[in-house]
């Protein structure tokens, strides 16, 4: 697993950060934000682009594809794997997101308006498209098997690992570097979610504005980053002795048909993808255990996903733990999947669930065990993340504790 959050620059540092109910939410750096009713986001803290790519790729490249290039070359690490011409036609990467390159976008208008359209960069145009993260990872590591990108919006990660889960199923791939990368905390996307009335505008405190499932919650808040795992045929990781973290068991993928941006009452898109998931992993609902939430900090999904989440679980939603890391590292939109499918997993590997802090006042309406404020020490052996994106995507991971 590799990851660059606003929690920190590893999985590590991501990991111990949210365990300690760290907040990696701030002020905007990256634009002047005067004239914007939100000010405050989950930028990157302390992130050297050089350390995984030249000063030439830097230069050229939107920073969503240099996030994922850093959390790839950290997930092949950490699985301890190498890509060569042995295994490369067999070896694929799906990368989703939810905007691309936006801030490349935004800059080269502003380049036509002051220069003209000749000073446009030529890298402006690949650099900017969704597909280049994925691209730019097979050609830095020579995955020459499946390629893709799920755009699902703020499902797009967890299609992404999805998907590539169904690839390596269906044998058509041995190994495969899924996730998201996002990079969008730009003048336009926050002066556009700012008109939706999407974003918190709690800015006075910005560690404590991303509140899920709290009664004084008023929306999401921004973040940055990537989150990219490596899935490998269960024959393949054991005959070269990796690591095994967890399973992937279960995906669930489903549409609401209902609205561009709302969830509609009672989720039932969302309930229904998490019941496709189980299905799909042969479980039960008595079976999981914890689950990450989508969890946004706004009114209606965290009203509407609790409902969902009753709706699948009856009277075991009383005994699930259901939390809310973006409570500490914002709404990483297309990344956001990728993220949250590492703390599930990671939950199952070190038997800790993470927090969900600023859960000061709780919603009457949002009543179930979403452990506050602190981590919990207890082990795990089933975990369930959820997204819920624009457009009614909705896309559920389960993973499992791997038994030989």
């Given at each position: 697993?590799?990851?660059?959050?606003?929690?920190?620059?590893?999985?590590?540092?991501?990991?111990?950060?949210?365990?300690?109910?760290?907040?990696?939410?701030?002020?905007?750096?990256?634009?002047?934000?005067?004239?914007?009713?939100?000010?405050?986001?989950?930028?990157?803290?302390?992130?050297?682009?050089?350390?995984?790519?030249?000063?030439?790729?830097?230069?050229?490249?939107?920073?969503?594809?240099?996030?994922?290039?850093?959390?790839?070359?950290?997930?092949?690490?950490?699985?301890?794997?190498?890509?060569?011409?042995?295994?490369?036609?067999?070896?694929?990467?799906?990368?989703?997101?939810?905007?691309?390159?936006?801030?490349?976008?935004?800059?080269?208008?502003?380049?036509?308006?002051?220069?003209?359209?000749?000073?446009?960069?030529p890298f402006s145009a690949p650099s900017c498209?969704?597909?280049?993260?994925?691209?730019?990872?097979?050609?830095?590591?020579?995955?020459?098997?499946?390629?893709?990108?799920?755009?699902?919006?703020?499902?797009?990660?967890?299609?992404?690992?999805?998907?590539?889960?169904?690839?390596?199923?269906?044998?058509?791939?041995?190994?495969?570097?899924?996730?998201?990368?996002?990079?969008?905390?730009?003048?336009?996307?926050?002066?556009?979610?700012?008109?939706?009335?999407?974003?918190?505008?709690?800015?006075?405190?910005?560690?404590?504005?991303?509140?899920?499932?709290?009664?004084?919650?008023?929306?999401?808040?921004?973040?940055?980053?990537?989150?990219?795992?490596?899935?490998?045929?269960?024959?393949?990781?054991?005959?070269?002795?990796?690591?095994?973290?967890?399973?992937?068991?279960?995906?669930?993928?489903?549409?609401?048909?209902?609205?561009?941006?709302?969830?509609?009452?009672?989720?039932?898109?969302?309930?229904?993808?998490?019941?496709?998931?189980?299905?799909?992993?042969?479980?039960?609902?008595?079976?999981?255990?914890?689950?990450?939430?989508?969890?946004?900090?706004?009114?209606?999904?965290?009203?509407?996903?609790?409902?969902?989440?009753?709706?699948?679980?009856?009277?075991?939603?009383?005994?699930?733990?259901?939390?809310?890391?973006?409570?500490?590292?914002?709404?990483?939109?297309?990344?956001?999947?990728?993220?949250?499918?590492?703390?599930?997993?990671?939950?199952?590997?070190?038997?800790?669930?993470?927090?969900t802090i600023n859960l000061d006042h709780p919603?009457?309406?949002?009543?179930?065990?979403?452990?506050?404020?602190?981590?919990?020490?207890?082990p795990v052996h089933t975990a369930m993340s959820?997204?819920?994106?624009?457009?009614?995507?909705?896309?559920?991971?389960?993973?499992?504790?791997?038994?030989?």
């Amino acid at each position: 697993m590799g990851a660059v959050t606003p929690c920190g620059n590893s999985v590590q540092e991501t990991w111990q950060g949210v365990c300690a109910g760290l907040s990696g939410i701030g002020n905007i750096t990256k634009f002047d934000t005067t004239d914007f009713k939100t000010k405050i986001a989950g930028e990157l803290k302390r992130f050297d682009p050089l350390q995984f790519a030249t000063k030439s790729e830097v230069r050229r490249l939107d920073d969503f594809i240099i996030y994922a290039v850093a959390a790839s070359v950290m997930a092949l690490e950490d699985a301890g794997l190498s890509i060569d011409a042995g295994n490369g036609e067999r070896s694929g990467v799906i990368i989703g997101t939810a905007i691309g390159g936006i801030s490349t976008i935004e800059k080269e208008k502003e380049t036509i308006m002051r220069e003209g359209p000749r000073k446009i960069s030529p890298f402006s145009a690949p650099s900017c498209l969704p597909n280049l993260a994925a691209g730019y990872v097979s050609i830095r590591h020579g995955l020459k098997g499946p390629i893709n990108c799920a755009v699902t919006a703020c499902a797009a990660g967890t299609d992404s690992i999805g998907g590539a889960f169904r690839l390596i199923a269906d044998g058509y791939a041995d190994v495969m570097i899924a996730g998201g990368a996002e990079a969008a905390i730009t003048p336009l996307t926050v002066g556009g979610f700012n008109v939706m009335r999407a974003l918190s505008t709690h800015n006075d405190e910005p560690e404590k504005a991303s509140r899920p499932f709290d009664r004084d919650r008023n929306g999401l808040v921004l973040g940055e980053g990537s989150g990219l795992v490596v899935l490998e045929a269960l024959p393949v990781a054991l005959n070269r002795g990796a690591k095994i973290y967890a399973e992937v068991v279960g995906y669930g993928s489903t549409s609401d048909a209902f609205h561009m941006a709302a969830p509609p009452p009672g989720h039932e898109g969302a309930a229904r993808c998490m019941a496709v998931a189980l299905k799909d992993a042969g479980m039960r609902p008595e079976d999981i255990e914890y689950i990450n939430a989508h969890g946004t900090s706004t009114q209606l999904n965290d009203l509407y996903e609790t409902q969902a989440v009753k709706r699948v679980f009856g009277e075991h939603s009383r005994s699930l733990a259901v939390g809310s890391t973006k409570s500490m590292t914002g709404h990483l939109l297309g990344a956001a999947g990728g993220i949250e499918a590492i703390f599930a997993v990671k939950s199952i590997d070190d038997g800790i669930i993470p927090p969900t802090i600023n859960l000061d006042h709780p919603d009457p309406e949002c009543d179930l065990d979403y452990v506050p404020h602190t981590a919990r020490i207890v082990p795990v052996h089933t975990a369930m993340s959820c997204t819920f994106g624009f457009g009614g995507a909705n896309a559920v991971l389960i993973f499992k504790q791997f038994e030989d």
